[in-house]
């Protein structure tokens, strides 16, 4: 089985990721963690991808692309895999089916702007020992107060509503457009965000296994 997971920025697509990792026993190929092995590894692509992150440059697509084919050949990947953060645009989509590899489903986790908003700005965490909340799902005791150690709660900069919609902003306009390009090749699969996570993780399954 090999997959494609999309998504917006806080739809719950990492979580989803796990779920299909844990069931169908395929890796999860985060374009950000090869990235880091490359680099780490020093293979001809992370030496490439190094010396644009050094320069404070954007590694290209090419370079990126050469990086998760390496990795697709590894043997873990020889049953199955899901791609989660690629590709993240039509060049990068069409660069993988111009490498031959043949995707099974794409699968489309959907939640309105304003739900992942409101779930993302509504985190907070303890400034001291790192404990989470969430304003409307998991609230402290004492508003503003960690219940563990009494210490005070934040909201990150990544959580702010600003930050959120900005990066909204930006799936729509770069990403979104896959799912016009994967429905024109019969591969997509829309699966809608349920409040619960074992509701929307069902719907998945139901989604693979159909």
Same mark, same amino acid.
């Given at each position: ?9 806080? #739809? ?11 069931? &169908? ?11 880091? #092995?490359?680099? !780490? ?7 490439? #991808? !190094? ?53 099974? !489903? ?30 409307? &799902? ?9 219940? #563990? ?29 896959? !799912? ?31």
């Amino acid at each position: 089985m090999k997959l494609i997971l999309l998504g917006a920025p806080g #739809a719950g697509k990492g979580t989803q990721a796990e779920k299909i990792v844990e069931k &169908y026993g395929i890796p999860a190929v985060s374009t950000g963690n090869i990235i880091r #092995a490359a680099l !780490k590894d020093g293979t001809e692509m992370g030496l490439k #991808a !190094k010396s644009y992150m050094e320069a404070g440059q954007l590694v290209p697509d090419e370079v990126v692309i050469g990086i998760i084919k390496d990795r697709l050949k590894e043997k873990d990947c020889e049953n199955g895999f899901i791609l989660d953060g690629f590709p993240r645009t039509i060049p990068q989509a069409q660069a993988l089916e111009d490498m031959g590899i043949a995707i099974d !489903k794409v699968l489309d986790i959907e939640v309105p702007d304003e739900k992942i908003t409101a779930r993302m700005s509504g985190r907070r965490v303890c400034a001291k020992c790192a404990n989470s909340y969430h304003m409307l &799902y998991k609230k402290p005791q004492v508003e503003g107060v960690c219940d #563990a150690c009494g210490g005070e709660l934040v909201q990150r900069k990544d959580d702010a509503p600003e930050t959120v919609q900005a990066r909204l902003a930006e799936y729509h306009e770069m990403t979104e457009p896959l !799912k016009d390009f994967y429905s024109n090749l019969g591969k997509l699969v829309i699966v809608e965000g349920q409040e619960e996570v074992a509701d929307t993780t069902a719907l998945v399954f139901k989604a693979l296994e159909d």
